[in-house]
């Protein structure tokens, strides 16, 4: 017994001797079958030779059926023979109607041709302020080392503002503050514009018993405005109260900021002495830079750059949030947002910050699935 | 405070470069903002005499000049009209570069005579702007030195921000002090030997306010002659940007940054009677020594003589009684004056001097005495004369305090391990009284140091002097080893909203928390208690009662810029009150033009109110808020338009509104409508219901059915009553009605539209039936029209 196989183009070879049949003109039919099969061009075409050979009314069911005449043997054997011969046409038919249907497919795919270079329309997606994200960026680093975030309102107490922070009303420290001053109230308090963001270290000294470790990001006001000076920027402040908290602590701690922030392993760091109303001792900091030719880059040189201020907790302020200074210390820092944001992503100027011009923001933004963290480093 | 290398130098021995000073002032916390070295430029220019000046044989305004360098004679071509023969000049060789102009100096062959050089004139120096002849120096002049040397242009000027708790260093003396301790060479001796008085003061001294000024000392003298100061004084004082005046005057001046002790010499033949300490009278007047008329009250020190106030104690001179180039007798004011009071009177007349600025910060309550005796030996050396006894009133207030630095405190708040033995030297070396008493130092602090109040002064005194560099840097430890939340559940969703917003293609603004009055009552505020006393501008001068002013002003600069498609939002701060519950956090979004740039796949929308209805919801989504159960109101503030915004409520509470702005108010800011803005209040949103687990998914095995009702109703009926209406039935079987097609126009009825909602049903038990859906729908419509009168679209 030989085997259809393969596809129709493999040559076709029927299963049986027609002869076998013993009826009229057999091989005729099935060699005349199988070549309209594969001759058969389109699917309509294959159709109608289907129904010639195969349907209700085709030749083959009439073989079919003319096997009743025959006696039982020769029947039996017959139609054994009668319906490989179908299967074979059908089998032809499927096979065929297949191979159009690719024909028929890759003819239309040839006539689908798309100019896949045309432009598609570009990221619609908004930016982070740089403000914003670097304000993200300082908390997930004090994050890291155990400080949570705590707020205070922006209209304050003189009192919080200057007096409790051991800055009394005539301190000449008061004078490079350039209070904004509101409306003197009916009791003949004043409220200013919060001129730092220390003032909430008070109110959670006040609020909170030690140990405390908090950082305060937040707006800060300033009756200045010049290339250097806006009259609202932001700060971010930061406060550790407990028993033994020392300045080599102070100095653990913020070199680890400064290398986590700029992201440079070996950023020297300095702390010069200073003064402060509210701390003591009070130190800057300062980190290494070069500015050869006229470019300022941070890591590198013999230059320095001071970043923020800090020192320890000055006993009379703790006093003044009641906390004996005799049982609890620990350090504050303060720094511009805006001036390390500057600094970290080269922007040049103070003031567009909050000019909301849309060309600076999409250029200097940040995408909002970029949420800083340590562990997950830059993106750049 | 500006100091010289040299001046410096006269208070401290030392061979450290300047280098190594000015590092070692910043490192004691005296930090330097600059150090400017005028000699630089002028290094290569010298003294040179000029040995022949002969006509150019080519040039009728040129000479042929040769001159004698000191190491060889050099011809120069040389057009100044006062150069000739014998004279002492300023001579550059070739190569040098001339400061003025940059260029460098080459030889050259001018109308065929080489020229080897040039002789300098101040203007090519860029010391003057005398450019009309050379420099002549006087004769005796050395030839052949380095002419920065001979105009004393050689020293370095070191300007140090002073903090305004050292007014000790406010004296150069302080710093040479500071220097010293540290190491950095030694503290020369000062002579503060009396004078010996010849005769009795003829003005007498009274204090009437002890308070505000404790001590007063003075000293007649006679029979001097006012001048021009020396060059060596003149010399210092231009040196730190000080106009030299007359002898009588530089020395005021000299001794108030030299030793920090501000002194006023006022011309005696002027004054009638003794001088007394008081505050002014209201209505008194002085004309001062700044060229000003000041009208006094009672707030202001005065002091006064028998014509009435000559001097501001404290702050400045009178010009009636000042000393000029006549003067011949004096009377030296050496005073002690409160800081607080001479603040305030700076403050009230607005006059910022050398005096007032060390007054009050604090001077040396010990130094008056010993100052006024170095005033008089210098007005004597300068002008002659002959000196009273001192005459005084009041005394020095008490400033001897005592303070304890313990055994392990620079360890324990400093961090840095210092035996109590070194830090002793150093407090002795910054003049400190210090004593061993057991473990622990006894300290007094010396007079002019009234910045130290207790032990951590002490600590950081020490720590400055050793340098930080010495403190180990130890890290900062904490309790757990992964890190705990910085951030609360508040701060989260802030952060969630902010980043949700820019998601949806807004853009983040931080804008300032104040505007225009103006801009604050176009958008409800303007309360009195919020406009600041000193406003920078009238732009910036009332707290913002909401963020859509600055978000305004944004858009129409960033129009004007030629940006068409403006979205922006901020998530800030706003003021409803000046109190601390008065400020609230909002977010605010304003979107103009359209939602994109033209695209060749699809026409951008124009923004709209729905727009911003969106992002409203996003917002508040993010925020936590149960957006499903948000109710919408067409009652808008004055500030949008009337019929296209609408506000967002929970309950009573209001969360926010959205909208097109009101175009009268667009027209206010100069901006093009429309525009679609939204701002929601943050604060006012309930926080979630805490629990991180989810609730139990149920999720049904049999399909979901989804079917389509229109409904025709008036057009005045809300579509969230319709929807209201439709959620209200069985709502067990419903999990989603989205209304999908809005439609008014032909084939409707006059007053009427049709609302077209989607209805998905969600059997959990068996698949639903034809009866059951068909039962489902007559309850849908019966309800939609019992509450809307809407009618089944056919």
């Known amino acids: 017994m030989r085997v259809v196989e393969g596809p129709l183009q493999a040559p076709f070879v029927l299963p049986f001797e027609v002869q076998d049949l013993g009826m009229d003109d057999p091989q005729q039919l099935s060699a005349a079958g199988l070549g309209e099969v594969m001759a058969a061009a389109s699917p309509e075409a294959l159709e109608q030779v289907r129904i010639k050979y195969l349907g209700r009314q085709g030749l083959v069911t009439g073989l079919m059926r003319g096997l009743g005449a025959l006696p039982a043997d020769a029947r039996r054997d017959a139609g054994a023979r009668l319906n490989a011969l179908k299967d074979a046409l059908a089998d032809a038919v499927a096979a065929r109607g297949a191979e159009l249907a690719r024909a028929a497919r890759a003819a239309r795919l040839a006539g689908e041709r798309a100019d896949v270079t045309l432009p598609v329309s570009s990221d619609r997606v908004g930016r982070i302020h740089p403000i914003s994200q670097t304000i993200d960026e300082i908390i997930a680093i004090f994050g890291e080392m155990g400080f949570a975030v705590a707020e205070g309102p922006h209209i304050e107490d003189d009192f919080y503002n200057f007096t409790a922070l051991n800055i009394p ?3 000449p420290a008061r004078q490079e503050h350039d209070t904004f001053y509101l409306p003197e109230r009916a ?4 409220l200013v514009l919060r001129t730092h963001t220390s003032p909430v270290q008070i109110r959670t000294m006040r609020a909170q018993p030690p140990p405390l470790r908090i950082i305060v990001p937040g707006r800060t006001f300033r009756c200045d405005h010049d290339a250097t000076h806006s009259p609202m920027f932001h700060q971010v402040e930061g406060l550790v109260i407990d028993r033994t908290t020392h300045m080599g602590h102070l100095k653990g701690c913020l070199i680890e900021f400064c290398r986590a922030f700029f992201g440079i392993e070996d950023l020297p760091v300095r702390f010069r002495p200073s003064y402060f109303p509210f701390t003591e001792p009070s130190a800057e900091v300062d980190i290494g830079c070069s500015r050869s030719g006229g470019e300022l880059r941070i890591g590198a040189g013999a230059d320095w750059l001071e970043i923020l201020g800090s020192g320890m ?25 805006e001036r390390v944001a500057m600094l970290k992503y080269g922007i040049p100027d103070l003031r567009t910050f909050y000019e909301s011009d849309l060309r600076w923001l999409r250029h200097y933004g940040f995408l909002p699935l970029d949420i800083p963290s340590p562990v997950r480093g830059p993106l750049r | 405070m500006k100091t010289t290398l040299s001046w410096l130098k006269s208070h401290l021995d030392t061979e450290a470069p300047l280098a190594e000073l000015v590092e070692r002032l910043v490192m004691l916390g005296h930090d330097v903002d600059s150090v400017a070295d005028r000699g630089a430029a002028l290094a290569p220019f010298i003294t040179a005499r000029v040995v022949s000046a002969e006509p150019h044989p080519n040039a009728d305004r040129l000479r042929v000049c040769v001159v004698d360098t000191g190491s060889g004679e050099v011809q120069v071509v040389c057009g100044a009209p006062n150069a000739r023969a014998g004279m002492i000049g300023v001579f550059g060789p070739a190569g040098v570069t001339i400061p003025k102009t940059g260029a460098v100096l080459n030889e050259s062959t001018i109308r065929g005579v080489v020229s080897r050089g040039m002789l300098m004139s101040g203007y090519e120096l860029a010391l003057s702007d005398d450019h009309d002849g050379i420099i002549e120096l006087p004769p005796d002049t050395p030839v052949g030195v380095r002419y920065a040397r001979i105009a004393g242009l050689d020293d370095p000027v070191i300007d140090i921000k002073v903090t305004p708790n050292r007014a000790d260093c406010l004296g150069v003396r302080g710093l040479a002090r500071d220097l010293a301790a540290s190491g950095l060479g030694a503290l020369k001796p000062l002579d503060t030997s009396p004078v010996g008085g010849r005769f009795r003061s003829p003005i007498a001294l009274h204090i009437e306010e002890p308070a505000a000024c404790p001590l007063f000392l003075g000293r007649h003298i006679r029979g001097l002659r006012n001048g021009p100061s020396p060059d060596w004084l003149k ?27 501000p002194l006023h010499v006022f011309d005696a033949a002027k004054l009638k009677g003794g001088l007394t300490v008081r505050f002014a009278r209201a209505g008194e007047r002085l004309a001062a020594l700044n060229g000003r008329d000041y009208t006094l009250d009672p707030e202001i020190t005065a002091i006064a003589d028998g014509n009435g106030v000559q001097s501001l104690g404290g702050v400045i001179g009178g010009e009636p009684t000042g000393c000029t180039e006549a003067t011949t007798e004096v009377f030296v004011e050496a005073a002690l004056f ?3 009071r001479t603040a305030a ?32 030996w210098l007005i004597l050396e300068l002008c002659g004369g002959e000196p009273s006894e001192i005459v005084a009133a009041g005394a020095a207030p008490e400033w001897r305090r005592h303070y304890v630095l313990r055994a392990g405190r620079i360890a324990s708040l400093g961090g840095a391990d210092v035996p109590l033995d070194e830090a002793g030297t150093v407090l002795d070396a910054l003049g400190f009284a210090v004593e061993r008493r057991g473990g622990d130092v006894a300290v007094t602090p010396p007079s002019w140091r009234g910045d130290i109040v207790g032990e951590a002064d002490l600590v950081e005194e020490v720590l400055r002097v050793k340098g930080y560099d010495a403190i180990p840097a130890v890290p900062l430890g904490r309790d757990t080893v992964v890190s705990r939340p910085a951030i609360d559940a508040r701060r989260r969703r802030l952060e969630l909203v902010r980043r949700s917003l820019a998601a949806r293609g807004l853009v983040e603004a931080v804008a300032f928390s104040f505007v225009s009055a103006k801009a604050a009552e176009a958008f409800g505020g303007g309360d009195a208690r919020l406009r600041l006393v000193n406003p920078i501008s009238a732009d910036l001068a009332v707290m913002r009662p909401s963020l859509l002013p600055t978000l305004v002003e944004a858009a129409q600069r960033n129009a004007d810029r030629g940006v068409a498609d403006i979205a922006l939002f901020e998530l800030g701060p706003l003021y409803r009150d000046d109190t601390p ?3 609230a956090t909002a977010a605010a979004g304003l979107r103009a033009g359209h939602t994109g740039p033209r695209d060749w796949r699809a026409r951008p929308g124009a923004v709209d109110l729905f727009l911003a209805k969106e992002d409203a919801l996003a917002a508040l989504a993010a925020a936590g808020a149960p957006v499903e159960g948000v109710q919408t109101a067409a009652d808008p503030p004055a500030w949008y338009h009337p019929g296209r915004a609408g506000s967002l409520r929970l309950g009573p509470a209001v969360l926010g509104h959205f909208g097109e702005l009101h175009p009268d108010l667009l027209d206010a800011f100069g901006v093009n409508g429309p525009v679609a803005a939204f701002e929601v209040f943050l604060d006012a949103v309930p926080a979630p219901r805490s629990g991180r687990a989810r609730p139990p998914l149920q999720l049904s095995v049999f399909q979901p059915v989804e079917r389509d009702f229109a409904f025709i109703v008036d057009r005045a009926v809300p579509a969230e009553n319709l929807l209201r209406a439709a959620r209200g039935v069985e ?11 809005v439609y008014e126009g032909a084939g409707l009825p006059d007053g009427k539209k049709s609302l077209a909602i989607a209805v998905t049903l969600q059997p959990q038990d068996a698949t639903l039936t034809d009866a059951e859906i068909e039962a489902f729908s007559q309850r849908l419509v019966a309800a939609v029209e019992k509450a809307t009168g809407g009618v089944l679209r056919g």
């Open chain 1, 313 to 337: 907790v000055h006993p009379q302020v703790l006093r003044n949030c009641g906390i004996d200074p005799d049982e609890y210390q620990g350090f504050a820092f303060g720094m511009g947002i």
């Open chain 2, 731 to 741: 709502r067990r079987l419903v999990t989603e009605i989205r209304l999908f097609d």
């Open chain 2, 581 to 583: 519950e008065g400020q």
């Open chain 2, 345 to 376: 009177t700076g403050r009230r007349l607005e006059i910022a001097s050398d005096a007032r600025y060390r007054f009050e910060r604090g001077v040396d309550p010990d130094f008056v005495g010993p100052g006024l005796e170095i005033a008089t």
């Open chain 2, 235 to 261: 010399n210092r004082l231009e040196s730190i940007g000080l106009r030299p005046i007359s002898a009588l005057v530089d020395i005021t001046n000299f001794l108030t940054y030299d030793l920090n002790r």
């Open chain 1, 187 to 190: 009791d003949g308090s004043r």
């Open chain 2, 338 to 340: 409160d800081p607080v």
């Open chain 1, 169 to 171: 009303p005539e301190h």
